[in-house]
């Protein structure tokens, strides 16, 4: 699985973070209250994560391997970034202090390893269809979220969309990915979430990740297939993070996350899902991350 796809995971998991974890502002267990939300929001910070998950060993693959993860974000004079896999996320729009709406535009950049190293694909016949190139993404998104909906001036709804295209003629093509994201405080030192997203891609897209061409049918013994543009699959998130030092707002935290990802059409019958792989496609993440 590329690591664009996987990114909404460890991006999540790894940097639980990420979201608006403001604690209720409550005194609890002794300690003094959290910091009202207009001071929390008002300044900067930077928050770092490093951990470990588990990935498809290729999109479609029914093998995962592990690997290292990690991820940096932060708000510095308003502008927002975040790293989610090898994706940065840059929001140019500043956001106001305390309970209010969230307006998000911005860049998006990233690399895409999907199959660009055939020891990471596990399986002879999806092996034998070659390396692909690693693919350049550019492009932006935009969104929409509203703190303070559900549980408190704190929780978070938030609704996107990316746009971004191969510019380094890997696939050529590019990948359109809504998102929907929830997230709230339990306490001073808990926080959950949910994420559920789904990528729409380009014909040259499926052609390279999961057409077989004669060549690469002779050579895999998987039959020919031609994969056509359209929804390639859906993903449902959940993560958790626990606060070991400090609270939400600041120290060191547990975070972890499990993704479920099912591919979709053309893409689900491809040969190197439905014959060398498994449409059905789980993610897993845990890690520690420092806020400051």
């Not at 030192?189 to 390279?208: F, H, I, M, N, R």
């Not at 999961?210 to 998987?222: E, K, M, N, W």
Request: proline share 6%; with cysteine; aromatic share 10%.
């Amino acid at each position: 699985m590329p690591i664009r796809t996987v990114a909404p995971l460890i991006g999540v998991a790894l940097a639980l973070c990420a979201a608006p974890a403001f604690a209720q502002n409550a005194d609890t267990s002794g300690q003094p209250p959290l910091p009202q939300p207009e001071v929390v929001t008002g300044g900067d910070s930077v928050s770092i994560a490093v951990g470990v998950a588990t990935i498809p060993g290729y999109e479609g693959s029914d093998k995962n391997r592990v690997l290292p993860g990690a991820l940096i974000r932060g708000t510095v004079s308003g502008i927002s970034f975040i790293t989610r896999g090898a994706q940065l996320f840059v929001d140019v729009v500043p956001n106001k202090p305390g309970p209010t709406w969230d307006f998000q535009l911005g860049p998006v950049a990233g690399l895409n390893f999907d199959r660009t190293s055939l020891k990471n694909i596990n399986d002879t016949r999806v092996e034998a269809l070659g390396k692909r190139k690693t693919a350049i993404e550019v492009g932006g998104y935009t969104g929409i979220g509203k703190t303070g909906v559900i549980t408190s001036d704190y929780d978070k709804l938030s609704v996107s969309v990316s746009y971004v295209q191969d510019i380094n003629k890997a696939h050529k093509s590019y990948i359109i990915t809504p998102e929907i994201d929830y997230g709230t405080p339990l306490s001073r030192k808990a926080y959950v979430g949910l994420s559920a997203s789904a990528s729409y891609v380009g014909g040259e897209y499926a052609d390279t990740y999961f057409s077989v061409d004669r060549a690469g049918s002779l050579a895999s013994t998987l039959p020919v297939y031609n994969a056509g543009k359209g929804w390639k699959n859906y993903q449902a998130s959940a993560f958790a993070t626990y606060s070991l030092t400090g609270d939400l707002l600041h120290g060191l935290s547990l975070v972890g996350g499990v993704s479920y990802s099912r591919l979709l059409g053309d893409f689900a019958r491809s040969p190197v899902v439905s014959i060398a792989g498994d449409r059905n496609q789980w993610l897993g993440a845990v890690g520690l991350a420092y806020t400051f």
